[in-house]
């Protein structure tokens, strides 16, 4: 069974920098996509980011490109999401979420597709 525990969330400056980190267990998908999602008060989740395959193409959603960056550690099963030049929008719960089929360009950020999600970290951008 999957199981995702994300870690990091904080409150930060507007302007700051945060990396999420994300500890994967019980993953055993030959192919699979892990992505980050978040969720604001009241407002629907949206996809961040995700690695579409395991040697697939990252997807970044435009509100964060050249700001967040996706990556990876296969050898300790964990998935980050560095985060800089933070605005208040970033504010959010966020999600490292992982499913057993690729995603490609068209549907990677429709939350219903990913069938294993973790709790949520809190990321709130302040001054």
């Known amino acids: 069974q999957v199981q995702l525990m994300e870690s990091g969330g904080a409150l930060v400056q507007p302007g700051g920098s945060l990396r999420l980190s994300c500890e994967v267990s019980?993953?055993?998908?030959?192919?699979?996509?892990v992505a980050w999602f978040r969720q604001a008060p009241g407002r629907e989740r949206e996809g961040v980011v995700c690695?579409?395959?395991?040697?697939?193409?990252?997807y970044y959603a435009d509100f964060v490109l050249g700001r967040f960056t996706l990556s990876m550690d296969n050898s300790k099963n964990m998935v980050y999401l560095q985060m800089n030049n933070l605005t208040p929008e970033d504010t959010a719960v966020y999600y490292c979420?992982?499913?057993?089929?690729?995603?490609?360009?068209?549907?990677?950020?429709?939350?219903?597709?990913?069938?294993?999600w973790g709790q949520g970290t809190q990321v709130t951008v302040s001054s």
């Open positions: 979420v992982l499913d057993g089929f690729s995603r490609n360009g068209y549907d990677w950020d429709d939350a219903d597709q990913y069938d294993h």
């Open positions: 690695m579409g395959s395991t040697d697939g193409p990252t």
């Open positions: 019980g993953n055993s998908y030959h192919d699979y996509a």
